[in-house]
């Protein structure tokens, strides 16, 4: 596969299978979050996967690649507002041979019904905006300002457009920061998609947790399940033998 | 002060300034759950605290041993439903000379309203009964099950009565199950207290937490704080330092 490769952007080769991504550090480049993202959502064979606010591709990218030599039979598909977002990660789709497991679009979350059939979803995954944004209207914005603060989107937003994609039993994976968890839990359970998991991720073991991984079950009954903490480092630069094995390092 | 104690009961020294209590292990004894709740609820001098389904006393009067130094104006009221327990709850009071500090009363938590004055109390604890109980009408329960299923009190019921208690911005904290988090968190908020700090307690740091502390704020904003984990103990039978240093041993 030649890669088309513009001014800015690198090729960053994701540890696993040979799999690679192609991002713009100056626009914005994934973290430790779809990492952890994409190793917490669950797929079966058979299921169709949709990714919100997919940014480069990295969650069904590194998805395909954890999943695929189980489940070969998956397909992703994901949805982006950023127009240069979505043509990166198509590229991406390429340069890894996805095309016919992956399908990148141009799109507005809040409007998914315009792309996709309601429960048509037995997985919904994102990583959403986070930051709270109450500054009113701005002419400009940057891409990183649209991926990390809720311009666009809303939390509430991105939870309706879960529900409707899911299929009843569907499964929804969110990452996501711990202060907003209150409003996460009941903003879930108001469109039906009952909290059923929490793992908190935790730099040391002594810290306050700094992501909060979730899943729900579209219209599942309550009682939740909490994980052990997932806790990134056992000292300064070393990380616990847990997010090395994750890292493959 | 002379010791009333009754055949099957034994006296429980706190570990903590000479504080005991009184407890019938065929009845309920105080586990690591209260404990707990004790050190995480904070009083502030001059405030009013109200101990919700209180058993024998044990959430006020180790308050009154951890904050009475600094806070020798707190004055804790505690209502409780089993007639044995209150009259068990007000000699642990006698025994510790706490007359004038700590009141308990025999009622039910569902009609705080014929007790207590709406939002007489900046704080309000209570480590309430954990199981749901599907069971319907039973002629006969043990005291044990009433303190542990929701027989005769529901978690609605706890938190719209802690919330009625309540004065505006004061202070709220409950020790449940985690499994029942997602309810917990839109009951307090349909209550109007929002959820602003949880701590999960687990056995190792391995493991699914057993017990969470949650704190929350009558009339809050949004936005909370999830805490470093409480890891119980280092190895089979070896506290960690912290919980060490709560049970003074």
Redesign the interface.
């Known amino acids: 596969m030649e890669l088309k490769i513009n001014e800015g952007e690198r090729v960053d080769d994701l540890q696993i299978r040979g799999y690679r991504i192609i991002q713009d550090p100056k626009r914005f480049c994934f973290g430790v979050d779809a990492v952890m993202l994409a190793h917490y959502a669950k797929v079966k064979p058979h299921e169709r996967c949709l990714d919100l606010c997919t940014g480069t591709g990295i969650v069904p990218i590194l998805m395909h690649a954890i999943n695929s030599e189980d489940t070969s039979d998956v397909k992703y598909d994901a949805i982006e507002l950023q127009e240069e977002s979505v043509e990166m990660a198509k590229r991406s789709v390429e340069l890894n041979d996805l095309t016919l497991d992956v399908h990148v679009i141009l799109g507005d979350v809040k409007e998914a019904a315009n792309y996709y059939d309601a429960a048509s979803f037995q997985v919904v995954t994102v990583n959403p905006p986070y930051i709270e944004d109450n500054k009113g209207i701005k002419t400009e914005y940057e891409p990183k300002m649209i991926a990390r603060h809720e311009i666009f989107l809303k939390l509430k937003d991105v939870i309706s457009s879960a529900s409707y994609c899911l299929a009843d039993k569907g499964r929804f994976y969110m990452i996501h920061k711990?202060?907003?968890?209150?409003?996460i839990?009941?903003l879930?359970?108001e469109y039906k998609i009952?909290?059923k998991s929490?793992r908190?991720i935790?730099p040391y073991?002594?810290?306050?947790?700094v992501l909060?991984l979730i899943g729900g079950l579209k219209g599942g009954g309550?009682?939740?399940?909490?994980?052990?903490?997932l806790?990134l480092y056992k000292e300064q630069g070393v990380y616990t033998d847990e997010v090395s094995k994750i890292y493959r390092i």
Chains 1, 2 share one sequence.
């Open positions: 711990p202060q907003r968890l209150a409003e839990i009941c879930m359970r009952e909290p929490l908190f935790h073991v002594d810290k306050e947790p909060v309550q009682q939740m399940r909490v994980d052990a903490p806790i």
